[in-house]
């Protein structure tokens, strides 16, 4: 490096540490260091690749190079250079810590992790503060959370993990939902069960040696693990009730000096959004490639009808699920007893999606719309019927295939397959939705009751049994349902499991 500009670049660093200023700018140089009179203009954006909620904030725009496409290049940005550097992790608290360290201008994280980012900046941000922008993806009850066990426990409800040891992210949307979770089963989380802290990679890797009882994690290893034959799903977040997402935050020293690349950035995430609904299989697969998450649990979490909605608006359940979290996170001792929940308000910001919005010409009402919406629909690949009732629907990816098959029921789904078995097809997954609050789930891994002329489907085999006593019938697993079709095109009774 020339000696001139390494002196520029070290000057540049001890300014940044120790004023905490905005994103480092300065004058670019050619290869002989001479003045090309540009100025660059850094932009850092930390995302978390893995995690499948923050893809069309991260991967998509990255691969797709959609925030080029939006930066400005006219004004006092006539004569800009951009640089613009992604980094990905496995988990927020490195996150935090680059962001604090002037390292990342923009970074991507769910509800509790971003609770932790905010007050960490009031405390020691020497006066910058990180902003919550935009959401990326959220579930307004808590669906993407989950608890897994290993797939031949015998445990089948959070009650029977009572005495055993579960492995949670600390700090993690996660760990505010099975702290809430045990409460409300009657379990004391601190006298009744062993918490330990473990990450995602590390819990995967206990289950399949059975060192852990169970493990929590929030997306997308609740639905990961079980796709990857090593675990079985007991508990939903979406059972606690109460709503989580991942959402964005920049510091504002970085927002207020260029507020133009703040919404140029929220234009490539409405964009992302876009192409998601648009194609869903195409960006799943894509992602699979950008992530290592395969592509049919990328589709189960953001494809139509998926357990996350993609919504960039800040609406009241996030600000519900921040205000969970400071409540949470002061209870287990994680965040000063002085932050009030009823702050989080007067964290988010969301100027620059309204401008975001306004210059591509969409409303606020139609982003609602447009996720609202994104729920299966058509015709019944089967019987050509139009798919009415997304919750009563199921799908078949095929292997090899681009698109995933619709069916406007579980019975034509099961009629449907043996069709494509003769004609040489086999399903790499097959999605159908919980009766009673519209999951959408693994068809194999879930639980079946005739009611009348219609099959239901269940995560949980209890529920199953509850609803069954009242058709006056029996459960069925997908196998059980498969034998039954087979023997009658016209399903008689539902033999028991």
């Not at 992790?89 to 992790?113: C, E, H, R, V, W």
């Not at 994690?217 to 109460?242: C, H, N, S």
């Not at 876009?274 to 189960?300: C, D, H, T």
């Not at 953001?302 to 209870?331: C, E, F, H, M």
């Amino acid at each position: 490096m020339n000696s001139i500009v390494r002196r520029s670049a070290v000057s540049c660093l001890i300014t940044v540490s120790l004023l905490f200023s905005s994103g480092c700018s300065k004058e670019a140089t050619n290869s002989s260091g001479a003045d090309t009179g540009k100025k660059v203009v850094r932009i850092s954006i930390g995302t978390q690749d893995q995690t499948i909620n923050t893809v069309t904030g991260g991967s998509v725009i990255r691969e797709g190079k959609l925030l080029e496409k939006y930066l400005p290049k006219t004004g006092k940005y006539a004569n800009t250079e951009y640089k613009i550097e992604w980094s990905s992790y496995t988990s927020a608290p490195p996150l935090t810590n680059k962001m604090l360290a002037n390292q990342i201008d923009i970074g991507m994280m769910a509800d509790f992790p971003s609770t932790i980012n905010i007050t960490t900046f009031q405390k020691k941000g020497n006066g910058v503060k990180t902003k919550y922008i935009a959401t990326l993806a959220y579930s307004p009850n808590g669906a993407g959370n989950a608890v897994v066990v290993p797939k031949d426990s015998p445990y089948k409800t959070l009650q029977d993990l009572k005495g055993k040891t579960i492995s949670v992210p600390f700090g993690s949307s996660a760990h505010g939902m099975i702290l809430k979770s045990l409460k409300d089963a009657g379990i004391d989380p601190q006298k009744d069960v062993t918490l330990v802290s473990q990450s995602p990679e590390v819990g995967g890797s206990s289950l399949q040696k059975s060192q852990i009882d169970a493990h929590a994690d929030f997306v997308p290893y609740g639905e990961l693990f079980p796709f990857r034959g090593f675990a079985r799903k007991i508990l939903d977040g979406a059972q606690a009730g109460t709503p989580t997402f991942h959402g964005v935050v920049v510091r504002s020293d970085f927002a207020e000096a260029n507020p133009e690349i703040v919404v140029a950035y929220l234009k490539a995430v409405l964009e992302a959004n876009k192409l998601f609904r648009e194609q869903p299989e195409v960006v799943a697969s894509n992602i699979q490639k950008w992530s290592g998450i395969e592509k049919e649990v990328v589709y189960m979490f953001l494809g139509p009808s998926g357990i996350q909605k993609l919504d960039p608006r800040i609406q009241s359940y996030q600000l519900t699920a921040l205000k969970n979290s400071v409540t949470t996170l002061k209870q287990i001792g994680k965040l000063d007893a002085s932050v009030n929940p009823d702050d989080v308000a007067t964290w988010a910001d969301d100027s620059y999606l309204k401008q975001a919005t306004k210059e591509l010409g969409v409303s606020e009402a139609e982003l609602g719309t447009l996720a609202d919406q994104n729920v299966i629909g058509g015709k019944d690949a089967l019987t050509q019927e139009p798919i009415t009732e997304p919750k009563l629907a199921a799908q078949v990816w095929v292997k090899g295939e681009d698109k995933v098959i619709n069916f406007a029921s579980i019975e034509n789904m099961v009629t449907a397959l043996d069709k494509l078995k003769k004609e040489g097809k086999t399903p790499s997954v097959m999605f159908v939705h919980d009766r009673t609050n519209g999951w959408k789930l693994f068809a194999e891994k879930s639980f079946y009751v005739q009611n009348g002329d219609e099959v239901a489907a269940f995560l949980l085999e209890p529920d199953a049994q509850a609803f069954a006593e009242k058709a006056g019938t029996k459960v069925a697993d997908f196998n059980g349902l498969q034998t039954l079709y087979a023997q009658s095109a016209q399903p008689a009774a539902i033999a028991a499991k």
